[in-house]
């Protein structure tokens, strides 16, 4: 295909030159936005007077034929082309002839590449919080079903106090809403348009930049040319939002991994999310939540690139940017591979409440409890920390735990152990007396309940 940048040059590039320089095997995935770009642009010409108007109603045509024949799978993309914005004017201009060679006044791949990649990820962006929500609503779902199913809680991976299932699947809810927000105030920040920056300096022709700016969705342009070609600060942005978000995902997935374990047996994974082994007959693997922990590190590492690339550009363009969109389009690619597979897999599985509940009697995690029980009736809380950290060390000899731990020999420590001791050291008194805001007391979840709901 001739190249529509030739006349400077006396010989044609080498083919692997070619096939380096190529980049249409990547960004050929924004040719709705690419042709979405070029129409607005062509329209803003004719109405400012650059070009025809007859000529702008050709290119509109045009266009509007070689979307309706991409998605149709009539035309294909010619893979020797050099990125999406060639091969879209290159078919334009066999089509539409003359006129089709109008459409570039005015504007240069700069901010067409500009343009098209802020188009795309803002569409990412918005499918991506829609499962980001989805999952938060499986959380949710789960929480108000399990407000009085009693968990150990964990620090250092010790049993540590008791919560409930609600409790701990909302502190992942809270995670996601954080990113969600996240995700959607870069997404927001990335809502301005580049076009009408040209390559570098803007145009000393006419255009109305807002004009296209508004018939494409944006909130505004951007305020210096040169920015806007150069920067890639939002494509960062976003990767970081999203490595973000798997550091959550993988948090979780390392948690459900952990859980349906014989060590835990806290839930059961459905079939339908699992895998066997080829050689051990009663395995029944997490593969999916291994995935999710493992495909971290691709976003991880795609954010890396990013900064990497843009480190040490000088401005304006360089073509070092290319490298921008793989990585972006991965790590976006790769959320919502996660996202779509984590919602139908945690509402599936199997909550094993008594395993759950056995798990928080045997750990002493009602401990602090009892030390506040002390504290309560005047001993300092220092004290009583160390003197429960006596009985529970008699209980572990004696193969106790402090609600069978007898009375007479609670009141062998300290004469304030009364028979309202039990009560007061009972897992669903320890849960419940937990009321302050953001605590695992059924009323405090629901509030936490509430306000996820809000954000649905």
């Known amino acids: 295909m001739p190249k529509l940048w030739e006349g400077r040059s006396s010989k044609r590039t080498a083919a692997a030159a070619d096939d380096f320089n190529s980049s249409v095997g990547i960004d050929g995935r924004m040719f709705r936005e690419d042709i979405a770009g070029s129409m607005a642009h062509a329209a803003m010409l004719a109405a400012r007077g650059i070009i025809p108007a007859d000529d702008a109603e050709k290119i509109m045509a045009g266009l509007e034929g070689i979307l309706a024949d991409l998605e149709s799978g009539r035309l294909e993309i010619d893979p020797s082309s050099e990125d999406i914005h060639m091969f879209v004017e290159a078919e334009l201009t066999a089509r539409a002839g003359e006129a089709g060679k109008r459409l570039h006044t005015a504007r240069s791949r700069n901010d067409q590449v500009a343009l098209d990649t802020r188009l795309y990820l803002r569409g990412e962006a918005e499918e991506t919080a829609r499962l980001i929500k989805a999952v938060i609503a499986v959380l949710v779902e789960l929480a108000g079903r399990h407000k009085e199913t009693i968990m150990p809680g964990y620090t250092h991976l010790q049993r540590a106090q008791p919560v409930t299932f ?185 909550v094993n409440a008594e395993s759950m509940r056995r798990a928080a009697a045997e750990g002493f995690i009602n401990a602090t409890d009892l030390a506040d029980y002390l504290v309560k009736k005047g001993l300092p809380f220092r004290s009583a920390y160390k003197l429960v950290g006596r009985i529970v060390a008699e209980c572990i000899a004696s193969g106790l735990t402090l609600e069978t731990f007898p009375l007479e020999k609670y009141a062998g420590h300290s004469e304030l152990f009364g028979a309202d001791l039990y009560e007061a050291i009972s897992l669903e008194s320890c849960v419940s007396r937990r009321k302050t805001e953001g605590g695992p007391a059924p009323e405090s979840v629901e509030r936490q309940i509430e306000y996820l709901k809000g954000l649905l």
């Open 166 to 350: 609600a409790h701990h699947m909302l502190a992942y809810g809270m995670m996601l809403a954080r990113d969600l927000g996240r995700l959607e105030d870069a997404a927001r920040r990335m809502n301005v348009s580049p076009l009408g920056a040209c390559a570098l300096a803007g145009t000393t022709y006419g255009i109305d930049r807002r004009m296209t700016a508004e018939r494409l969705g944006f909130d505004g342009v951007c305020l210096n040319s040169l920015d806007a070609v150069s920067d890639r600060d939002f494509c960062v942005e976003l990767g970081a939002a999203l490595a973000l978000l798997m550091t959550h995902l993988s948090r979780l997935a390392e948690e459900l991994i952990l859980w349906t374990s014989w060590e835990f047996k806290f839930i059961e994974m459905d079939d339908a999310y699992t895998t066997g082994s080829s050689i051990m007959p009663q395995k029944k693997n997490s593969d999916m939540a291994e995935l999710i922990r493992g495909k971290t590190g691709r976003v991880y590492g795609n954010l890396v690139n990013l900064l990497t690339v843009m480190k040490g550009l000088p401005l304006a363009y360089n073509k070092d940017m290319q490298e921008d969109k793989e990585a972006i389009f991965d790590s976006f690619d790769t959320a919502k591979a996660c996202l779509g597979i984590l919602a139908p897999m945690l509402s599936t599985m199997t």
